[in-house]
């Protein structure tokens, strides 16, 4: 028989008594994205195993399309350790946080007759207006407190803007979570967002200076401090590529590390274009961001549908693992405050 025959595939079966862990389980037997998104599971498990340090990046609009309890989640229960994210979703989980809402909508409504509302699209989900200003006002006010004196990393207005919410919150937030746990949260393109844009409510009393290159140092420290790293990337874009780049910027500060161990990426991208939201994991190997040896895999689904069945199924199989977890301790939170 030949070599390549070791595994035959396994038929799925419906069984009603299936929780999503068994579901998910049993896709292992079959093929496709399937079988993909069951990989994505086992080594998100194998992270939590060990002392891996594990980064999330999210781009997309994961908040607006009601994934912010899903990240929350992660961030509640240690299951990552350090999340970069668009400055959009921490703009939408601020929203949230507040107590607004994101409204189901359509994607064939007049988009005319909407703007007339003051009523914004993205995609299905719609969004008022002038909700959106009340949240621009809310962290202009916030940034006004802040030193105009020094530059400020994305880290660092995040964890304090992320204390700010706590005091006002009607719904448990992203930022909210990150800044009682101690989870560092950056944002490399923080300029292309409604946080940015928040900055401009009040020019002078709002506008501050980030420190793009520190955020750049804080990041490599981090993969540095770590026994072992992991990456779960909802997409793609900048925030995967400022995750990727900390393997090679590491060796400028002092230590190669080796390439990230885990990956897994959930995208509809496709690599044929010379992107796939920042390239194969294959082709982060020649650039030494992932590990020769690394446990990898990329799920081509919605990340709407992937996302919230993989994190269920991980929290369900890997229950006594998470509760014994322990983060590891962020030295960037030294800086400061």
């Known amino acids: 028989m030949s070599k390549y025959l070791k595994k035959a595939t396994r038929p799925f079966e419906i069984d009603p008594r299936m929780n999503v862990a068994d579901l998910v389980e049993a896709m292992e037997g079959t093929a496709f994205q ?3 998104l069951a990989t994505a599971a086992d080594i998100w498990k194998r992270m939590l195993k060990g002392e891996t ?3 999330l990046g999210l781009s997309g609009a994961m908040v607006p399309a009601g994934m912010r309890p899903v990240i929350r989640y992660l961030i509640e229960k240690r299951m990552i350790d350090c999340l970069v994210s668009t400055g959009a979703n921490l703009f939408h989980d601020a929203h949230e946080t507040l107590g607004n809402f994101h409204w189901q909508g359509s994607s064939t409504v007049d988009d005319m ?29 916030f940034a006004s407190t ?14 304090l803007l992320g204390g700010a919410l706590a005091s006002d919150a009607k719904a448990g937030g992203m930022l909210t ?12 393109a923080i300029g292309d967002s409604s946080i940015a844009i928040s900055l401009l409510v009040d020019h002078h009393d709002a506008k501050i200076v980030f420190d793009a290159v520190a955020d750049i140092e804080e990041m490599a420290r981090i993969v540095m401090d770590a026994k072992a790293t992991g990456v779960i990337y909802v997409g793609g874009g900048t925030p995967k590529n400022f995750i990727q780049q900390t393997e090679v910027t590491a060796p400028f500060l002092g230590r190669a590390t080796g390439g990230h161990a885990y990956a897994i990426q959930i995208t509809c991208d496709s690599p044929q274009w010379g992107g796939l939201s920042g390239c194969t994991f294959e082709e982060g190997q020649s650039w030494g961001k992932i590990s020769e040896g690394a446990f990898k895999v990329t799920v081509y ?13 991980v929290a369900q199989r890997a229950a006594s693992i998470i509760k014994k977890r322990r983060l590891p301790s962020m030295r960037v939170f030294g800086k400061r405050h």
Do not use: Q
């Not at 914004?120 to 200003?133: K, L, Q, S, T």
């Not at 689904?301 to 199924?313: E, G, K, Q």
């Open 177 to 188: 979570a990150a800044h009682k746990a101690k989870v560092p949260v950056y944002c490399p």
């Open 146 to 159: 802040l030193s105009k004196t020094r530059p400020y990393t994305t880290r660092e207005f995040l964890y």
């Open 113 to 141: 007759d909407l703007k007339r509302h003051r009523v914004n699209r993205i995609y299905d989900v719609f969004a008022c207006e002038e909700e959106f200003n009340r949240t621009d006002k809310y962290i202009a006010s």
């Open 53 to 55: 340090t594990v980064f």
């Open 34 to 36: 399937a079988k993909n």
């Open 301 to 313: 689904s919605d990340a709407t549908i992937a996302f919230p069945v993989i994190v269920t199924a």
